[in-house]
């Protein structure tokens, strides 16, 4: 094989490689959302063996991220890719991390079921919790459509649809005050805006993909929210 055909063969194999491993961060994806579904299902009916099952999940969603990981450090290191390529491949190694994340944070919530903390299923915390998760579930699918259509406009409504989120998490704190004077009640109160925290952070990765995409597109790369000026 003379010189030039060598060099068409490994290009081909590079964007065949590239391309898996964008399919395998989609597919990180829909097991991640899977496993979102299902935790907030067993906080809704305080389900244990639900819990146990998102816990079970991680441990295909951290294969996924692995594999992929090696995959896209692979390409880094023998293909030394250039422009777009390689903002897709670091668009691709950060949101791989982002959602190995966001499982992790799947299992902190499922954990807190497990632990089997009483909660009262009418309480407005749970039902806060309910449209937290919600929101998230349609966080997650626009991030995700967003990355495969390449789509700006899409990434961009999710700094949006994150301060509905930001501020479902603050109306927590409004909610504890109501059960300060009752020990017993405030304890699980207590770790239901834990669970809150979690999800907000949840959202806070979903932006961060977003982020990405908009890198991947236009080149450049720009923080859709800025941390160093105070919520409003």
């Given at each position: ?92 190694l950060h ?86 004077g009752d ?50």
């Amino acid at each position: 094989m003379d010189g030039s055909l060598e060099r068409e063969a490994r290009r081909a194999g590079f964007h065949e490689e590239l391309e898996a491993a964008e399919t395998a961060l989609l597919a990180l994806g829909s097991t991640v959302a899977r496993q979102l579904k299902l935790v907030m299902d067993a906080v809704t009916r305080q389900d244990v063996e639900l819990a146990h099952d998102v816990i079970a999940d991680d441990d295909e969603a951290d294969r996924i991220y692995l594999e992929n990981q090696e995959r896209i450090l692979n390409l880094l290191a023998l293909q030394a890719p250039v422009a777009r390529d390689l903002r897709l491949v670091s668009a691709i190694l950060h949101s791989n991390l982002h959602l190995e994340r966001m499982g992790d944070l799947c299992v902190n919530i499922a954990k807190f079921v497990r632990n089997e903390h009483s909660y009262p299923a009418d309480s407005p915390m749970v039902a806060r919790l309910q449209e937290m998760g919600a929101r998230l579930e349609e966080m997650l699918e626009v991030a995700l459509s967003a990355f495969a259509q390449r789509s700006v406009d899409l990434a961009e409504e999710l700094p949006e649809r994150d301060e509905v989120l930001n501020r479902l998490n603050r109306g927590m704190l409004d909610d504890l005050r109501a059960y300060a004077g009752d020990e017993e009640a405030f304890e699980w109160a207590v770790n239901v805006v834990l669970v809150a925290r979690y999800l907000e952070r949840l959202g806070d990765h979903c932006v961060d993909i977003g982020e990405q995409i908009a890198f991947l597109v236009t080149g450049i790369f720009r923080e859709f929210t800025d941390a160093s000026r105070p919520e409003p």
